[in-house]
């Protein structure tokens, strides 16, 4: 995975083929598995999914080492 696709993903907006526009998009949980969750990124404006990302252990604690207090938007829902 490369740098550029990292930051799009941070920005928290993606092209819908509906909209015809980069869309803010919403983040939801959609599978835990033992070694990743899967994510869905759901349009904002028609509520389709417009992609999925997966998350494995490591890029986690990346995430968490670069941004070890922010907790403004954790939908992360523990099951
Ligand atoms: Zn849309």
Redesign the pocket.
């Known amino acids: 995975m490369s740098q550029q696709q990292f930051e799009n993903f941070t920005a928290s907006s993606l092209y ?4 015809k ?1 980069a ?1 803010p998009v919403r983040e939801r949980l959609l599978l835990i598995l033992p070694d990743k969750e899967i994510y869905d990124y759901l ?6 999914s ?1 992609g999925q990302r997966e998350v494995t252990a490591g890029d986690k604690m990346m995430a968490q080492a670069m941004a070890p207090q922010r907790r403004r938007r954790a939908p992360v829902q523990r099951i």
Do not use: D, F, R
């Open positions: 819908c083929e509906k909209c526009a869309m349009c904002t404006g028609c509520g389709s417009v």
